[in-house]
């Protein structure tokens, strides 16, 4: 049973060693921002069990299909709502471009995704407005799914965040401070700013 377990080790030793390293920079963020903490020092975001939404549920408002892979080594900002976008979505979608530019020379690690749960049209002035936000149509049962909230409502105006790996992996409160935010954000660009980037999904 030794010799087996060894030859396996050995053939797929460099597999191992290749998940190991694209997953290392991702992993050393998590135990930065949450483990190994400075004494005193509280985390504003809530940190949630890291899971992917089903990459064929997702399609952008031009009918393109869309996944978390595609932003493969961002870390993206995310809010959900109707596309009517109420005050605290619009709220949200503005926090996210303030925030994404807060972080000076970082911003462009940093993407923004709005995921639409009916089929309202977006208007073209918000598309204007925050330009550079992607905007993508998810059924309203998978974002239950996905963030563990049956009450679509208590989602309006949340900013999530997706690692660069493609999972939720936390959640700010409604209406949140801002300079706590940028704080989160900045803790975790730090700590994961030397990794190797992982490659986009074909």
Same mark, same amino acid.
């Given at each position: 049973?030794?010799?087996?377990?060894?030859?396996h080790?050995q053939?797929f030793?460099?597999?191992?060693?290749?998940?190991?390293?694209?997953s290392?920079?991702?992993?050393?963020?998590?135990?930065?921002?949450?483990?190994?903490?400075p004494?005193?020092?509280?985390?504003?975001?809530?940190?949630?069990?890291?899971?992917?939404?089903?990459?064929? =549920? /997702?399609?952008t408002t031009?009918?393109?299909?869309?996944?978390?892979?595609? $932003?493969?080594g961002? %870390?993206?900002l995310?809010?959900?709502g109707?596309?009517?976008?109420?005050?605290?979505?619009?709220d949200?979608?503005?926090?996210?471009?303030?925030?994404?530019?807060m972080?000076?020379?970082?911003?462009?690690r940093?993407?923004?995704?709005?995921?639409?749960?009916?089929?309202?049209p977006?208007s073209?002035?918000?598309?204007?407005?925050y330009?550079?936000t992607?905007?993508?149509?998810?059924p309203?049962?998978a974002?239950?799914?996905?963030?563990s909230?049956p009450?679509?409502a =208590? /989602?309006?105006?949340v900013?999530?965040?997706?690692?660069?790996?493609?999972? $939720?992996m936390?959640r %700010?409160p409604q209406?949140p401070?801002?300079?706590?935010v940028?704080?989160d954000?900045?803790?975790?660009?730090?700590?994961?700013?030397?990794?190797?980037?992982?490659?986009?999904s074909?």
């Amino acid at each position: 049973m030794s010799v087996q377990t060894t030859g396996h080790w050995q053939r797929f030793r460099l597999l191992y060693a290749l998940l190991a390293v694209c997953s290392a920079p991702i992993v050393a963020a998590y135990l930065a921002y949450y483990v190994f903490q400075p004494s005193g020092r509280t985390n504003y975001g809530v940190l949630i069990a890291p899971r992917t939404l089903a990459e064929a =549920e /997702l399609r952008t408002t031009d009918g393109s299909p869309f996944d978390f892979h595609s $932003l493969a080594g961002k %870390w993206v900002l995310v809010t959900i709502g109707g596309g009517d976008c109420a005050a605290r979505c619009s709220d949200a979608l503005l926090q996210m471009r303030q925030q994404r530019l807060m972080t000076g020379k970082d911003r462009e690690r940093i993407e923004r995704v709005w995921l639409i749960t009916d089929g309202a049209p977006v208007s073209a002035q918000r598309m204007r407005e925050y330009e550079g936000t992607l905007w993508v149509r998810v059924p309203a049962d998978a974002v239950r799914k996905w963030t563990s909230e049956p009450r679509l409502a =208590e /989602l309006e105006g949340v900013v999530w965040l997706v690692d660069p790996m493609g999972n $939720l992996m936390l959640r %700010w409160p409604q209406d949140p401070d801002p300079q706590r935010v940028k704080s989160d954000l900045a803790r975790l660009l730090t700590a994961s700013s030397h990794w190797v980037r992982v490659e986009k999904s074909r």
